[in-house]
């Protein structure tokens, strides 16, 4: 009987160190709650006229999945943006891509993006949806084969008609970023779960203690330190996790044979498309308040070997991490901003990042808590 009552006492125990809410402090509080609600308000790009649109949805779908929107009828949009794994393909960079040097992007939460890829090329979710369509090591089509391909298969004219109100006329153009706005109409639906921060977060902001104890004290305390000490949200900000913009963060961005210009090059290369929200395909015009972001941008050295700060939301479903894909695990990730070296950082850039020089428990507390971030 005494054992007995020794191990009912000790599971007890164990029970109520389980269930322990830390004493954050209300500027803790504030910061913790900012990183939410979620799933947030549902948003409308103004340049696509067909987002929100269920015909343009199914149609979106419909060429994500069907490898018969390439040239060569090998590969669709989802054998690289697999569903179970975030859209993403668990690869350190894309394999259908010759030379290839960047990880390839998960796609869940792509509506509320201000900028799109690595390098922020495109400046809609409609663009960045064109481009792999156009590239000759991707999906290997030109505007005119495209168009040439959707008004060939019975179901993406139907579908097509369908989302847009009329057949696939004879403007190539056109009709190839329709396809685009189409795919983007689909993949703004893809919106990442729920996770055990948010249910968390939600305790925490309505001030029901008892629920927000079930949320693990390693989590909370890699919380505090992901808000406080580590600074990490500074850049990981907000309900999705990031602030949107670029930064080196001591990533190398040498590849073979050169560098990797990132924002740099990324924004070169918007400013000269045709397919930004400037130019002609902008269905909002000059009332897209968007535009804006993009006619101010000006391209400053600084942005050389800048990468887009990644969203944090079903982290565990995309590694490998980093641009280049160079970190295989959460905890090397953790390890990379334990010891950072501070030297290969931008001279003239921000100085958000320094190295953390985590304890192993502080390592382990945080990986703990950008675990949580995911289902």
Known sequence: MRALAALLAALV????????LLDFTP????????????????????????????????????????????????FSCASCHLPPRAFQDGLPVA?????????????????HRRWFGWDGAQDSLWAASLSPLLKADEMGHTAASLAAAVRRQPHFAA?????????????????????????????????????PFDDFRDALARGDAAAAARYPPAAQRGLRLFIGEGRCSVCHAGAAFSNGEFADIGVP????????????????????????????????GAADARAVATRHVIVEPRHFGEFKVP?????????????NGSL????????????????????????????????????????????????
Do not use: C
């Not at 394999?95 to 509506?111: F, M």
């Open 159 to 195: 579908a097509y008609r369908q989302a847009f109100g009329a057949a696939p006329g004879g403007d190539d153009e056109k009709v190839a970023v329709d396809v685009a706005k189409a795919l983007a109409a689909w993949q703004a639906t893809l919106v990442s779960p729920r996770t």
């Open 311 to 323: 969203g944090l939301r079903q982290l565990v479903h995309t590694a490998p991490y980093m641009h």
């Open 328 to 375: 295989a695990r959460i905890e090397d990730v953790v390890q990379h901003y334990s010891a950072l070296n501070e030297e290969r950082l931008h001279a003239d850039g921000e100085r958000i990042l320094r190295r953390l020089d985590l304890t192993p428990q502080q390592a382990a507390d945080l990986v703990a808590f950008l675990r949580s971030l995911s289902r």
């Open 95 to 111: 394999a259908s891509r010759a030379g290839a040097t960047r990880n390839t992007p998960a796609l869940l939460d792509s509506a």
């Open 27 to 74: 500027d803790e509080r504030e910061r913790i709650v900012a990183h939410g609600p979620w799933p947030p308000p549902a948003v409308r790009d103004p340049s696509n006229r067909v987002d929100g649109r269920r015909a343009a949805i199914d149609f979106g779908a419909l060429l994500f999945f069907d490898p018969r929107l390439s040239s060569d009828g090998r």
């Open 253 to 284: 961005f040498f590849v073979p044979g050169g560098v990797d210009p990132g924002r740099h090059g990324g924004l070169q290369q918007l400013l000269a498309s045709r397919m930004n929200r400037l130019g002609q395909y902008n269905d909002a």
């Open 13 to 20: 125990s164990l029970s109520a160190a389980a269930h322990t």
